[in-house]
């Protein structure tokens, strides 16, 4: 699971599994210390957690006073139980996106002084394919093409002093028609560019590290299909 807190990625692996050599440069073991802010610096590893570490963690990262942390990867004793803690902690929201490309550009949108890229809300009865479809059409004012799913994204955050989890699955979609293509201003959306690699490049550097984690998974798949 690839989880956004703050802003920050925390991946959380299942027993069986670990980052690989140079996602992280520091390294805590859960059960022999405990979890502070001191010990979150730049990529932290940390091992061998549990629920209760996994709150301490969160607590952490949500905290107001600044962190040297950039990312962390937590390995936990048991997958199920932290899932299970999440979903006990935060009410879960569904949402699908997508990647559209025409050519060699993606199409991205200015929402809350951010560049984003569209996705929604999955409503009651909807599968996340469809979601994805209508709510870029929606919010973009084009018809697209699906294509394959990218990834799956997490994030957490407030809404109305409660705390929230989004999770919003990415798909992969051409564009079949542009011609009519308009921000959707009732969803605060203030611009809908076709940005080159360049341009995304610079755009990223005013986004969410959501987005930089899509992307990632975009330029991994197109050197798989090469």
């Not at 692996?13 to 859960?30: F, I, S, T």
């Not at 040297?68 to 929201?93: A, G, M, P, R």
């Not at 028609?177 to 308009?182: F, G, P, T, W």
Request: charged share 30%; with cysteine.
């Amino acid at each position: 699971m690839v989880l956004f807190v703050n802003d920050i990625r925390l991946t959380i692996y299942k027993p069986d599994e670990q980052p690989a050599l140079g996602q992280y440069n520091h390294k805590v073991d859960a059960q022999i210390e405990p979890i502070t802010s001191a010990g979150l610096l730049h990529h932290v590893w940390i091992q061998n957690a549990d629920d209760k570490h996994m709150n301490v963690l969160l607590e952490l990262l949500n905290s107001k006073v600044p962190l040297n942390v950039l990312s962390v990867h937590l390995s936990v004793k048991d997958y199920d139980t932290i899932q299970d803690f999440l979903y006990s902690k935060f009410k879960v929201v569904k949402a699908a996106g997508g990647l559209v490309r025409k050519k060699d550009k993606v199409l991205m949108i200015y929402r809350l002084k951010k560049w984003d890229l569209p996705k929604g809300k999955k409503e009651k009865g909807e599968k996340y394919k469809q979601t994805a479809v209508r709510e870029i059409e929606e919010e973009c004012n084009v018809s697209v093409k699906l294509g394959t799913k990218l990834c799956t994204t997490w994030h957490t955050y407030t809404m109305n002093k409660h705390a929230m989890i989004k999770k919003t699955k990415w798909y992969v979609m051409d564009i079949i028609d542009d011609s009519k293509m308009a921000p959707m201003v009732e969803e605060d959306i203030e611009e809908v560019r076709w940005m080159n690699p360049k341009e995304v490049y610079h755009s990223l550097h005013n986004s969410y590290k959501s987005i930089h984690y899509v992307f990632e998974q975009y330029y991994a798949l197109k050197e798989v299909i090469r």
